[in-house]
């Protein structure tokens, strides 16, 4: 009991040291006199806003909020209330409503358009049980300018001014930045050309939309990274308080059977290691879409003939995207153009598409060979070795926890159907 009485003290005066944080103006005496005074709703809506802006541990003050019982009786009449207006509103809803209710998905995506990235955002735009919540670009396939007009155009060809995209970082955080002409076409988007956007910019950096979107929709956001991770550290850097905030990352880079730059790394993280070091690490659900999936799910030429023939502008671009990409990987053993970034949206759409295994991964931010390789521990086991005389010695093997969801098997056929039946508005 008196542990119990100790302990509410404590939390009294917890809770009058933070609602002196709180109102730093120095209105801090009338309104902890004020507090006395006031009714149930208006302590209610105070210790709301007090426990939502972090200044006050819910369980604090929770009983003197509640205390009285006219503030109990009120409490039930209300309860009451709301329990009959829940029924009234079932009985109102036929079955069939109520199952179209699912909400879509809010994601954000964070991109560097890039070819693939132009046929992830317009899946993504022509998804129902997709919610673009802002588009962020960073510097990689193009520069970051560059890859901000092309995402300006992409938008605007799907009439979806709406939504904000911003510019972000311009380059890598500890290395130069390394365009792909080669893989993309000298405009990004494999030649095809798309009329000036007539959405604009907005005017927040790119990392500060990212923290501004997950404060907004807490719990609700699943980052979809399809480019180089700098803007997703650059947010957790400035706002590590985003990380517990976020759903989940599912991101396009990587792979644990070999690279695309060269034989180890593959462009994404190559792009910037040491930012892809930081979002691994961040403690938060990854799912990672490497090349281990991506280069197995490959668009043909029949998808572009079908792509074609629907005769609209969203899937005329989408067609003349891929006939590009088709013809980039000509002669190289592929069958088709590998859609790698698409796959990362399509596995939020559904995630079936995939085949994960839990692993430890880190990155190569060293290696004369493997800088920016994703290192997949398959075992998650490391092998205990101690100092033993003038050598090391192995006693035994630690486990190790695993930090990404790692895609090691891909429906790749479902997944191109989809695509190419949503690009073409069906
Ligand atoms: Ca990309």
Redesign the pocket.
């Known amino acids: 009991m008196l542990a119990q009485k100790e302990n509410r003290e404590r939390n009294r005066t917890v809770f009058r040291l933070k609602l002196f944080d709180y109102r730093r103006d120095g209105s801090f005496a009338s309104r902890q006199h004020a507090w006395k005074n006031l009714g149930f709703k208006e302590r209610g809506r105070i210790w709301r806003n007090l426990t939502r802006d972090g200044f006050l541990d819910p369980e604090c003050s929770r009983s003197d909020a509640i205390n009285s019982k006219g503030a109990q009786m009120k409490r039930f009449l209300k309860t009451v209330a709301l329990l009959a207006l829940a029924a009234l509103s079932a009985a109102t809803i036929s079955p069939a409503q109520g199952q179209s209710q699912t909400a879509a998905k809010k994601i954000i995506i964070d ?4 070819t ?2 132009a046929l ?1 955002i317009l899946l993504a735009l022509n998804s129902p049980d997709i919610d673009v919540a802002g588009v962020t670009i960073v510097a ?2 193009v520069t970051s300018e560059l890859g901000l007009e092309n995402a300006l155009k992409v938008m605007s060809l799907a009439n979806r001014c709406d939504i904000p995209v911003a510019k972000g970082a311009a380059h890598p955080l500890f290395q130069k930045l390394n365009t792909e002409v080669f893989w993309n076409g000298k405009n990004g988007l494999g030649g095809a050309e798309l009329p000036p956007s007539h959405c604009a910019a907005s005017s927040q950096f790119g990392p500060d939309l990212i923290i501004g979107v997950v404060h907004r929709y807490p719990h609700e956001i699943t980052l979809v990274p ?2 180089p991770l700098t803007n997703v550290a650059l947010a957790i850097s400035k706002d590590p308080s985003i990380v517990p905030l976020v759903k989940e990352v599912v991101l ?1 880079g990587g792979s644990i059977t070999g690279g695309n730059v060269n034989a180890a790394s593959e462009f ?1 993280i190559h792009s910037d290691p040491e930012a892809a070091s930081i979002v691994f690490n961040a403690g938060w659900p990854i799912t990672m879409v490497g090349l281990d999936v991506t280069e197995r799910t490959l668009i043909t030429n029949a998808d572009v003939v079908r792509l074609e023939k629907v005769g609209e502008p969203e899937a005329s671009f989408a067609a003349a995207v891929a006939r590009f990409q088709i013809g980039t990987y000509q002669g190289t053993g592929f069958g088709g153009g590998a859609v ?2 698409a796959l990362a949206v399509g596995a939020v759409v559904d995630r079936s598409f995939l085949k994960t295994q839990d692993m430890r991964v880190d990155i190569e931010t060293d290696g004369r060979f493997t800088r920016g390789e994703t290192v997949g521990n398959r075992g998650n086991a490391i092998d205990r070795v101690v100092p033993r005389g003038d050598r090391l010695e192995t006693v035994g093997v630690d486990a190790v926890q695993p930090n990404v969801q790692v895609a090691v098997g891909v429906d790749a056929s479902r997944f191109i159907e989809l695509l190419v039946s949503r690009l073409s508005g069906k």
């Open positions: 991109t560097d358009p890039g693939d990235d992830a990689g396939n399809i480019g396009m994404n790698h970034d």
